[in-house]
């Protein structure tokens, strides 16, 4: 087992955070290893049923495309602040800004997922599905229209066909309007998660800001030290980033990245339990240890293995690669 060289991080993060970030990076890693597991929904599942709802863009296919963007986004905070291979003395320059625009992508990707995913049934479901892909194809139409034309044509034209595929079951203006809001979608499914819904709405807003610059974050995510007065009624000012928002910001994030991929692995109807373990025990393996450590990761794995040895005595989770 390879030994931990030392690492050190240049940042006022707390041992309290550092701690949570190798807990939240470690369930970020479990997440990928579990999407990269998902093949097909299996037969009778919820997501079989749904693909078949509406057989063209396959609902399946989409939602496993936004949370894969969801868990690249982790994976690269994931592998600066907790890497997998360091060495001696390697340090850690927080950039506060950049983590939060990791975070924030996480958190719309995955309030994607969950919501579609939260849809009471079949019919519910592919609703969602249709008004997230209808608005993706008019983005993708406005993005090309002064640019390829034949892409934006093309945009144009599967808009339409939506329109006749559907129209025995779903008034094309259901589907138009409203655009979904990422308001809303963040709402339902952090409820879901088990997060206050008004703290995610202001840690979104704040990633948001804190990715385009506005300087209403720096007032809410650092603390201000006023130095010298330069000019009558202007002062130089040094901002000291707060550790705790950006562990607030990427625990929301991997809260959501965590609950859509569970639900999305239940409706392909694998065994959410069984997938976790593999993905622990795939991590867990993959992880440096400090000298000294090496007993307890010798048990921590022995007990994930005998786990998944009982889980999949009468079980086949009917896992591989995803080609979505």
């Given at each position: 087992m390879p030994e931990a060289p030392r690492l050190t991080v240049q940042s006022p993060v707390t041992e309290a955070d550092t701690e949570t970030w190798i807990a939240l990076a470690m369930t970020a890693r479990v997440c990928n290893d579990i999407l990269s597991r998902l093949v097909d929904p299996l037969p009778n599942s919820l997501l079989r049923d749904d693909d078949a709802k509406y057989q063209w863009e396959k609902q399946s296919v989409w939602l496993h495309c936004y949370l894969r963007a969801a868990v690249d986004h982790l994976m690269v905070w994931a592998n600066i602040v907790n890497p997998l291979q360091v060495h001696n003395d390697t340090e850690v320059v927080v950039a506060p800004r950049?983590?939060?625009?990791?975070?924030?992508?996480?958190?719309?990707?995955?309030?994607?997922?969950?919501?579609?995913?939260?849809?009471?049934?079949?019919?519910?479901?592919?609703?969602?599905?249709?008004?997230?892909?209808?608005?993706?194809?008019?983005?993708?139409?406005?993005?090309?229209?002064?640019?390829?034309?034949?892409?934006?044509?093309?945009?144009?034209?599967?808009?339409?066909?939506?329109?006749e595929r559907v129209r025995r079951v779903y008034s094309f203006g259901s589907i138009k309007n409203p655009e979904p809001r990422y308001t809303s979608m963040i709402k339902e499914v952090a409820a879901a998660a088990g997060w206050d819904p008004d703290d995610a709405i202001l840690t979104w807003r704040a990633a948001s800001a804190a990715a385009h610059g506005k300087p209403w974050y720096s007032d809410y995510g650092t603390t201000a030290v006023v130095g010298d007065e330069y000019e009558p009624g202007h002062y130089r000012v040094t901002r000291i980033p707060e550790a705790g928002h950006i562990t607030h910001a990427i625990g929301l994030a991997v809260r959501l990245l965590d609950f859509g991929t569970a639900t999305l692995a239940r409706h392909f109807g694998a065994n959410v339990e069984v997938l976790r373990t593999m993905a622990l025990i795939t991590v867990a393996e993959s992880m440096p240890i400090a000298a000294g450590e090496e007993a307890a990761k010798s048990a921590f794995l022995a007990h994930h293995v005998e786990r998944l040895v009982e889980l999949t005595a009468n079980d086949n989770p009917q896992v591989g690669n995803s080609d979505g």
């Open positions: 950049a983590y939060l625009t990791l975070a924030r992508g996480t958190i719309e990707a995955s309030a994607q997922a969950g919501w579609v995913l939260l849809g009471t049934d079949a019919t519910e479901r592919t609703l969602r599905h249709l008004r997230l892909m209808y608005h993706d194809l008019r983005y993708q139409e406005e993005a090309h229209r002064d640019h390829d034309v034949a892409v934006a044509e093309h945009a144009r034209r599967r808009k339409g066909e939506i329109k």
